[in-house]
């Protein structure tokens, strides 16, 4: 019977080290939840800062409002471009407007 207390000791030894490697990764991911949480609540932040104040401000002379933003923008396949700038992209260096 000391092979079979042998070979439990050796799966219980062996499944120690497995939960010891899964909490090191958890302990990791963990960390790398924790960083991706805070870069997220930083953009959020922003982005309502950046609502906020572009509410309060008031257009400026000759200026189009801020809710027209979007007026005289062309589109390539990759990007939009101003209507009064085109360059053309990465995909559309023939300069061709799609």
Sequence with gaps: ????????????SAERERVDALQAELAELTGHL???RAVLERLRVTRETVA????????LSG???????SVGI?????????????RGCCRCRSGSRA
Excluded at 63 to 69: G, M, T
């Design 1 to 12: 019977m000391g092979s079979l207390f042998e070979e439990l000791e050796a799966r219980e």
């Design 74 to 86: 062309r589109s390539c396949r990759r990007m939009r471009v101003p209507s009064g700038g085109w």
């Design 34 to 36: 924790e960083d991706a």
């Design 52 to 59: 906020e104040v572009l509410a309060e401000m008031e257009p």
């Design 63 to 69: 200026a189009a409002p801020v809710a027209d933003v």
